[in-house]
T-cell receptor
């Protein structure tokens, strides 16, 4: 049973550019969520996908968007990058749509915007 | 708007003793509360959760207590082991919205 894998592990982008981060869910998991973790902070919920539909969203602007594919892998897209978007982006998957299910997290993608 | 707060950034405990990590929240509509453990360069790992309708949940050395009137929960680790040294995040969800605290770094001294 493989865990959650994220790619790339590190990324440097220029302000104004667009970025796509990728996540492969743990086998058997149909729910994926994305988090932004700034330095010294806890993870901030961006959004959640359940069976390819977005079913929850945190306080992030529309330039943060996502997709979930039929194999339950997922992408996070960020347009018009800003310096404050520099953070660790975590993907998490579970076999349920929420509640007390223990989400399995990937190791994250470290995005630096310069 | 920090709805889940961990006011102690760090905690040191002697091996074999009890570790108590605390968490406060402001939203009375939270359904579940969860604790995650995070080692450096790894993603958070789910530890234990508790429903808002319960006041205690136990799993081996880990027990979570929920005090709804005080909007407070705590994680007890007994006995503490050096391998428990990590950052612990408290989290809560309301529907499909999830909120994390800022974490407490636990060091268990051998």
């Amino acid at each position: 049973e493989t865990g959650v894998t994220q790619s790339p592990t590190h990324l440097i982008k220029t302000r104004g550019q667009q970025v796509t981060l990728r996540c492969s869910s743990q086998s058997g998991h149909n729910t994926v969520s994305w988090y932004q973790q700034a330095l010294g902070q806890g993870p901030q919920f961006i959004f959640q996908y359940y069976r390819e539909e977005e079913n929850g969203r945190g306080n992030f602007p529309p330039r943060f968007s996502g997709l979930q594919f039929p194999n339950y892998s997922s992408e996070l897209n960020v347009n018009a990058l800003e310096l404050d978007d520099s953070a660790l982006y975590l993907c998490a998957s579970s076999s349920g749509g929420g509640g007390n299910y223990g989400y399995t997290f990937g190791s994250g993608t470290r995005l630096t915007v310069v | 708007d920090q709805q889940v707060k961990q006011n102690s950034p760090s905690l040191s405990v002697q091996e074999g003793r009890i570790s108590i990590l605390n968490c406060d929240y402001t939203n009375s509509m939270f359904d579940y509360f969860l604790w995650y453990k995070k080692y450096p360069a790894e993603g958070p790992t789910f530890l234990i959760s508790i429903s808002s309708i319960k006041d205690k949940n136990e799993d081996g050395r880990f027990t979570v207590f929920l005090n709804k009137s005080a909007k407070h929960l705590s994680l007890h680790i007994v006995p503490s082991q050096p391998g428990d040294s990590a950052v612990y995040f408290c989290a809560a969800n309301a529907g499909n919205q999830f909120y994390f605290g800022t974490g407490t770094s636990l060091t268990v001294i051998p």
